[in-house]
Each structure stands twice: as C-alpha cells, then as structure tokens.
Nanobody, 119 residues
Framework: QVQLVESGGGLVQAGGSLRLSCAAS????????MGWFRQAPGKEREFVAT????????YYADSVKGRSTISRDNARNTMYLQMNSLKREDTAVYYC????????????WGQGTQVTVSS
C-alpha cells in the first residue's frame, strides 16, 4: 500500500511563497504519476499540477502556471510544490496524490496540508 504525507502548509501573506512536500512510501513509483490537488471551503477539489515519476514530465493548471513549480526527488521519494506570488484564491487544503501512469484516476491520497493566504 502506498502512503502519502503532505507537509509545508501554513499561513502566508499575499505575494509570499510556500514549498509543499509530499513524502511517499510503500512501493516503487517508477510507473506512477504524482500530483497536487486542492480544495477550498465549499468548493470541489481541483487539479493543480502533476509530474511523472520517471522522466519528470509536468503539467500545470492555468491558475498556477508561471508561478508554481512541481518537482520530485527520486532518491527521497518526495514530491514538492513551490508556490510563489501567492494569492487569496490559493487558500485551500492541498492534497498529494499518486496513480499508475495512464490510469483514469489517482489511487492514493494524502491527508492534506492547509495553505492560508492572507489578503
């Protein structure tokens, strides 16, 4: 079983930066795609960014493209999301997820880390 644990969330002023981490364990991720999602109060979960564990191909949502960077450290089984120029609209619980590359959905999810951006 894959276990995912997020960290790095917190309170930050608008225009500031945060770096989220997702520590993965339980199996090899060579055939997995990992990603970040977020859910604001009263809203549905939305996609933020994804990265293939092998090869490192990335994809970003329009809402964060240009000011966010997703990356991974294979040796540490850790994925990161660097977020800059944070806006009030970025306030949400951020979730780490993993799934087999090419599958229709993500199979594993972390418990989330809260990001709050003050305006």
């Amino acid at each position: 079983q894959v276990q995912l644990v997020e960290s790095g969330g917190g309170l930050v002023q608008a225009g500031g930066s945060l770096r989220l981490s997702c520590a993965a364990s339980g199996r090899t991720f060579s055939s997995y795609t990992m990603g970040w999602f977020r859910q604001a109060p009263g809203k549905e979960r939305e996609f933020v960014a994804t990265i293939r564990w092998t090869g490192g191909r990335t994809y970003y949502a329009d809402s964060v493209k240009g000011r966010s960077t997703i990356s991974r450290d294979n040796a540490r089984n850790t994925m990161y999301l660097q977020m800059n120029s944070l806006k009030r609209e970025d306030t949400a619980v951020y979730y780490c997820a993993a799934g087999v590359t090419g599958s229709a959905s993500y199979d594993y999810w972390g418990q989330g880390t809260q990001v709050t951006v003050s305006s």
